[in-house]
């Protein structure tokens, strides 16, 4: 198993309507191709995780990367695993406005989270506490 995390920055005019057709194709085609991850939207950022197969995460993220929609697109990590985090979900999706984070140390740790993304030396461990702190955000 093979994980990959980015951070983007979402073009300017990008609508509503755009980020459902994100979602509707990558709905399919990671289903088709059995990668599973989350995109998270906040403060006009995409932080995504791709989960599955190295050769079919490499091969989406140049597609990604190459996606006129965002810009600034920065590879926080990749390396292999046992489980993933994201089991039952092709593409979740979860806008996080500031306004609706109450809590926060939720808010502060997002916020780090991203400033760390652009250290060279990321701790693995904050990613990941990142990423089940963002399945918690998503039950809510
Ligand atoms: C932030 C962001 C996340 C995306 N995530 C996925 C994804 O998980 N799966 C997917 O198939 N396409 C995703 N896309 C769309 C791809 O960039 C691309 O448009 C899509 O794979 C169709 O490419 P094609 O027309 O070359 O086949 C994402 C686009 C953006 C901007």
């Not at 990367?65 to 999706?93: C, G, I, P």
Request: charged share 25%; hydrophobic share 35%.
């Amino acid at each position: 198993m093979f994980e990959l995390i980015y951070r983007s920055t979402a073009h300017d005019n990008i609508k509503s309507s755009d980020i459902l057709s994100i979602l509707n194709t990558s709905r399919h085609y990671n289903s088709v191709h059995n990668i599973t991850g989350c995109l998270l939207y906040y403060n006009h950022e995409f932080v995504q995780i791709l989960e599955g197969d190295k050769s079919q995460v490499k091969e989406l993220f140049s597609k990604i990367e190459n996606d006129t929609l965002h810009t600034q697109v920065v590879l926080v990590s990749e390396n292999d695993k046992h489980d993933r985090t994201f089991k039952n979900w092709s593409m979740a999706y979860h806008e996080l406005r500031k306004s609706e984070i109450q809590d926060i140390s939720k808010q502060n740790f997002i916020n780090s989270f991203l400033t760390i993304s652009e250290l060279a030396e990321k701790p693995t461990h904050v990613t990941k506490l990142f990423w089940h702190l963002s399945q918690e955000i998503l039950k809510t």
